[in-house]
C-alpha cells in the first residue's frame, strides 16, 4: 500500500513564496502528481514528476527525489487565489495498471493579503 | 476532447433511502473510471474503479456498490444510507491500459456531488 503525508495548513502572505512538501512510501513508484482544489470543486491538475529534479510551470514548480520519497510544490508571486487545498497523489503499478492514483489529505493554503 | 459529467452537484438524502449518482465520459474509449469520496477537510479516499464494462473492483468495504453499464457510465448506488456516507464525492476517469513509463496519466474528474445524508 502507500503512505503520503503533508502539513495539513499553511498560511502565507501574497507576494510570497511558499512550498508545500509531501512525502511517501510505495512499492511500486510511478509518477507523483500535484492537484489544486478550491472549496467545492473538482481538483484539477498542476504538476507531474516521474524523475528526480524540478519541473517548472509558470508560477508553479515541483520537485523530485525518488530516493527519498519526497516531492515539493513552490508556488511564487502568490495570489489571494491560490488559497486552496493542494494534494500530493502517487501512482503506483503494484497494484496494478487501473488503481492508479492514490491521494494524500491535502494542505489547506490560505493566502492573507 | 474529452468531458466528464456528473451529477447532480448536491443531493440532501434522509438517512435509510437510496442512492443513484451518474457519471459519464464523453470523448473518449474503454476509460478506467473511479469514484472517490472526500470527508470534509480530507483527502481523496478511492471507493471504486473499473477498467471495463461489468468490470468493478472495490477499495474500501461499505454500503455502497457501483455499476458500469455501458462503456462511459459509471453509476454509485446505495439501498440505505448512513449518516457516515455524507460527502463530496468525485467521479474521474483515466487513460486506459499499460502506459509508458514517461507518460502522465493523471485522472480528470468530474465536477462532484455535495451529499448530505440527514
Known amino acids: 500500500g502507500q503512505n503520503i503525508d503533508q502539513p495539513t495548513e499553511m498560511t502565507a502572505t501574497e507576494g510570497a513564496i511558499v512550498q508545500i512538501n509531501c512525502t511517501y512510501q510505495t512499492s511500486g513508484f510511478n509518477g507523483l502528481f500535484w492537484y489544486q482544489q478550491h472549496a467545492g470543486e473538482a481538483p484539477t491538475f498542476l504538476s507531474y514528476?516521474?524523475?528526480?529534479g524540478l519541473e517548472e510551470k509558470g508560477r508553479f514548480s515541483s520537485f523530485l527525489s525518488r530516493s527519498k520519497g519526497y516531492s515539493y510544490l513552490l508556488l511564487k508571486e502568490l495570489q489571494m487565489k491560490d488559497s486552496a487545498s493542494y494534494l500530493c497523489a502517487v501512482r503506483d503499478l503494484s497494484s496494478g495498471s487501473a488503481r492508479q492514483l492514490t491521494f494524500g489529505s491535502g494542505t489547506q493554503l490560505t493566502v492573507l493579503p | 476532447s474529452q468531458t466528464i459529467h456528473q451529477w447532480p452537484a448536491t443531493l440532501v438524502q434522509p438517512v435509510g433511502s437510496p442512492l443513484s449518482l451518474e457519471c459519464t465520459v464523453e470523448g473518449t474509449s474503454n476509460p478506467n473510471l473511479y469514484w472517490y469520496r472526500q470527508a470534509a477537510g480530507r483527502g481523496l479516499q478511492l471507493l471504486f474503479y473499473s477498467v471495463g464494462i461489468g468490470q468493478i473492483s472495490s477499495e474500501v468495504p461499505q454500503n455502497l456498490s457501483a455499476s458500469r453499464p455501458q462503456d462511459r457510465q459509471f453509476i454509485l448506488s446505495s439501498k440505505k444510507l448512513l449518516l457516515s456516507d455524507s460527502g463530496f464525492y468525485l467521479c474521474?476517469?483515466?487513460?486506459?491500459?499499460?502506459?509508458?513509463?514517461?507518460?502522465?496519466?493523471?485522472?480528470?474528474f468530474g465536477q462532484g456531488t455535495r451529499l448530505t445524508v440527514v
Open positions: 514528476n516521474v524523475l528526480d
Open positions: 474521474a476517469w483515466s487513460v486506459p491500459g499499460r502506459r509508458s513509463y514517461y507518460m502522465n496519466t493523471e485522472a480528470f
